[in-house]
């Protein structure tokens, strides 16, 4: 089975703070990704990355970074915590163009 | 640049009955894939049904089926026989072959009453 494993299901940090939510899936897959969660919204693409060191901005970059340095491993960074990044954060990996497999979220609420 | 839209934002069904939950898009992507995620409350993200453009043919997994109607851009996805355990939220989902990242829609609460 596939596994993408997120660091931590939950988080609480404060305003100002940098965070570092970590991904990590072990089926060799190129491609990663970081998702947000909020209600009403469904899932919003943050970054994704094709391969180590490379990285695309999504549909919701701003106020966010990431760092992909080894294959199974991708990182989502916020440089300064603001509270309108309280939200559900999932991480997602997929073997090219195919369905992806997700994290089980990480529920970051910022104080 | 696309969009996925689910017009009904929670729907609820009697164990055993038939439910269908609805999905709409909008691409100039000839090549794409479609999905249907199901969250159950533990937050796991789960892969429902797969279908892919260039196939006529409407997938089917077990109690799940789609119907794919390529050129209204509609992808609908069908329940039969609700299970309590089908209690979730709904995402439908696009990808194109080019970008490789999912598109979702705002999902759909699906509630199976006993």
């Known amino acids: 089975d596939v596994k993408v494993t997120q660091s931590s299901r939950y988080l609480v940090k404060r305003t100002g703070e940098k965070v570092f939510l970590e991904c990590v899936q072990d089926?060799?897959?190129?491609?990663m990704f970081w998702y947000r969660q909020d209600p009403g919204l469904g899932l919003r693409l943050i970054y994704f990355?094709?391969?180590?060191?490379?990285?695309e901005k999504g549909d919701i970059p701003e106020g966010y970074s990431v760092s992909r340095e080894k294959k199974e491993r991708f990182s989502l960074i916020l440089e300064s915590a603001s509270t309108n990044q309280t939200s559900m954060y999932l991480c997602?990996?997929?073997?090219?163009?195919?369905?992806?497999?997700f994290g089980q979220g990480t529920r970051l609420t910022v104080v | 640049a696309q969009t996925v839209t689910q017009s009904q934002p929670e729907m609820s069904v009697q164990e055993a009955e038939t439910v269908t939950l609805s999905c709409t898009y909008d691409t100039s992507e000839n090549n794409y894939y479609l999905f249907w995620y199901k969250q159950p409350p533990s937050r796991q993200m789960i892969l429902v049904i797969r279908?892919?453009?260039?196939?006529?043919q409407n997938a089917t997994e077990n109690r799940f089926s789609v119907n794919f109607q390529k050129a209204a851009k509609s992808f609908s996805l069908k329940i039969s026989d609700s299970q309590l355990g089908d209690t979730a939220m709904y995402f439908c989902a696009f990808m194109d072959t080019g970008r490789r990242a999912l598109t979702f829609g705002s999902g759909t609460r699906l509630q199976v009453q006993p």
């Open positions: 279908q892919e453009a260039y196939k006529q």
């Open positions: 089926m060799d897959h190129e491609n």
């Open positions: 990355s094709y391969d180590v060191k490379m990285k």
């Open positions: 997602a990996s997929s073997p090219r163009s195919t369905e992806a497999f």
